[in-house]
């Protein structure tokens, strides 16, 4: 931690966010570039990623993202589905463009096609799953930073960040953390409060998970309509007047009809 300087160096929320995300658990496989970012390995072969490492880069990539005049000159690329939702949470937030899901071959390098884009920087999700991203980038000289867990491969990379970028609660917190920085570094938000967004909006949700939450609260919330509504209609009913509940039956009012003396009144217009 002694690299990073006073004013950007993590709390112990901090601390304790990423490791109730298990953003230190790397995989039993492990890369020979990423071995100065690992702690130790466990006794059933996982690997132990060293999270004050993890915070210097972080640190480091924010304050390179933040130089750049223009963040819609930044492309986030997400094509993992755990990082898809936090990659596009970052673009919104941060004002980057977002390639969610499969990445166009050509996306940097062929002009002709409708996705040419040419960005200052592009992070990644993860070096194996983005690889022709990275690949294409390399072609034209543009800067990569990587999230990289212990197995990924650093080729071409110029930004490392080590993390567990495997878990949905890993990588949320960590596009959500370094969106955090970015925001903090170029003065939109201040360093000595809490950023209002919660770092659930950019996790990973399932579909089935949403739709079947979604019925449940239709159900909780139509029991609680009907129970409210038989409530109100009894105490409506306790409200009747007592003179309205004695108004003549449909058979008096029928003989009252038939008692008028409807040809003793005078005619108003003889024709």
Same mark, same amino acid.
């Given at each position: 931690?002694? &690299? ?8 112990? &929320? ?5 490791? =109730?995300?298990?953003?230190?658990? #790397?995989? &039993? ?23 004050g490492k993890t915070w210097e880069k972080l640190v480091l990539a924010a304050r390179?993202? !933040?130089?750049?005049?223009?963040? !819609?000159?930044?492309?986030?690329i997400s094509a993992r589905p755990y990082g898809q939702r936090a990659a596009l ?8 463009? =977002? ?6 071959? #050509? ?9 040419? *884009? ?9 070096? *194996?799953?983005?690889?022709? =991203? ?16 212990? %197995? ?15 878990? &949905? ?16 570094? *170029? ?12 770092? %659930? ?52 009012? #029928? ?17």
């Amino acid at each position: 931690m002694s &690299k990073v300087p006073t004013a950007l160096q993590a709390t112990d &929320k901090d601390m304790k966010l990423l490791l =109730a995300a298990q953003s230190h658990l #790397g995989t &039993k496989n492990r890369d020979i570039n990423m071995v100065p970012y690992l702690w130790k390995k466990r006794a059933d072969g996982i690997h132990v990623i060293n999270i004050g490492k993890t915070w210097e880069k972080l640190v480091l990539a924010a304050r390179v993202i !933040a130089s750049i005049e223009n963040l !819609a000159d930044v492309t986030v690329i997400s094509a993992r589905p755990y990082g898809q939702r936090a990659a596009l949470k970052f673009a919104q937030y941060t004002g980057a463009q =977002a390639i969610a899901g499969r990445f166009t071959p #050509g996306t940097f390098t062929n002009y002709i096609t409708k996705s040419f *884009r040419e960005p200052r920087l592009i992070i990644v999700t993860d070096p *194996r799953t983005d690889a022709q =991203a990275i690949k294409e980038a390399s072609y034209v000289n543009i800067p990569v930073i990587a999230f990289c867990d212990s %197995d990924s491969p650093l080729s071409f990379v110029d930004v490392a960040i080590p993390i567990n970028n495997k878990g &949905k609660h890993s990588i949320g917190l960590a596009w959500w953390l370094l969106a955090r920085e970015v925001l903090r570094i *170029r003065g939109i938000i201040p360093r000595t409060s809490e950023w209002d967004v919660m770092v %659930d909006m950019f996790f990973y949700r399932d579909t089935e998970e949403q739709e079947k939450e979604q019925t449940e609260d239709k159900e909780q919330f139509g029991g609680e309509m009907n129970s409210e509504w038989n409530g109100q209609e009894q105490e409506w009913a306790g409200d009747v007047p007592a003179a309205a509940l004695n108004q003549p039956a449909e058979g008096e009012w #029928g003989a009252a009809a038939e008692n008028a003396e409807w040809a003793a009144e005078p005619a108003q217009n003889s024709w």
